[in-house]
């Protein structure tokens, strides 16, 4: 009955945070600050304490019944909290079974590939659970803000029209498709951050000597862009939202609620794979019981 209720407190946490259709997508509806009815931080860390263990049993029968594999990604402005969400969403959950790639500037041989090339290597096998920080995704948003960077992909000049986006689009959702054809569910997550809280984490950064190291002028340049990349993700939230591979817009201006709503919808995803544990023929059992018996009568 407890493990009932918390699957569906998880679906009903997750699902106003749920673009399927993107074509009435507008960012300004969605509150970097909104915390739903959850009345507080502490209610918020409550909730996440008593699903202990419900992410990491769900994650072992992926593995153990190897048939389907789930893909998160994870896009965001600076400071939204990705690693964050990486570190404590998944602080249950057995290594071995999750694999986290984060995506930074192409390497001289990635580029000399198309664009999806790096990230389809490393796509999850099955059984497995794969998080991308950042991802395909930014070649229509850190790309297009800078469509300098496209001379850097090699493609031929007749390929770089004022087209190149949509088809980038249609190249994406192809692939989406195609994953989830091949038994890889995808689930993303754009980890929506005020401006007010970024400049706020920024100084935290500066001011506090233990997060110097997280600080970057390159990260401080690109605030400079911050309508470009609201225009960006909103375009791309609207062209490659769909029903089998939805974009998650949450709130991020509080990080525990960030890190409870994608917990949330993690848990409700794997639910919904009616996952379970392989059952054995009878001769696996067979052998499994004479296993028993040997050890049961071994001498010590």
């Avoid at 593995?63 to 909290?81: S, T």
């Amino acid at each position: 009955m407890k493990y009932r209720k918390q699957i569906r407190e998880s679906a009903r946490l997750a699902e106003p945070y749920c673009v399927s259709k993107g074509e009435k997508f507008r960012l300004k509806d969605y509150d970097p600050r909104d915390t739903g009815d959850v009345k507080n931080k502490e209610q918020g860390l409550k909730i996440i304490e008593n699903r202990a263990g419900l992410l990491s049993n769900l994650q072992e029968k992926l593995y153990a019944q190897d048939r389907w594999a789930l893909l998160l990604v994870i896009q965001a402005m600076d400071a939204a909290g990705k690693d964050g969400v990486i570190k404590h969403v998944m602080s249950g959950v057995n290594p071995q079974g999750c694999e986290v790639h984060a995506f930074k500037t192409p390497s001289a041989e990635e580029l000399n590939h198309d664009y999806l090339w790096r990230a389809h290597r490393c796509v999850p096998e099955r059984g497995k659970i794969g998080i991308f920080n950042r991802s395909y995704y930014e070649e229509v948003l850190v790309v297009r803000v800078h469509p300098t960077l496209l001379q850097a992909q090699k493609l031929p000049d007749p390929l770089i029209t004022k087209h190149i986006w949509e088809r980038r689009y249609e190249d994406i959702n192809a692939f989406e498709h195609y994953l989830t054809r091949n038994g890889v569910v995808t689930r993303k997550f754009f980890l929506h951050v005020s401006k007010k809280e970024q400049k706020k984490r920024f100084l935290e950064r500066l001011e506090d000597s233990k997060k110097n190291w997280k600080f970057s002028m390159a990260d401080v340049k690109e605030r400079a862009y911050w309508k470009d990349y609201q225009e960006a993700y909103e375009e791309m939230i609207q062209n490659t939202a769909t029903k089998h591979a939805p974009w998650y817009v949450i709130p991020a201006d509080n990080k525990w609620y960030t890190q409870l709503i994608v917990a949330s919808t993690i848990i409700s995803t794997l639910e919904d794979l009616d996952l379970s544990f392989p059952d054995l023929d009878k001769e696996k059992k067979k052998e499994l019981e004479g296993v028993r018996d040997s050890l049961l009568h071994e001498k010590d």
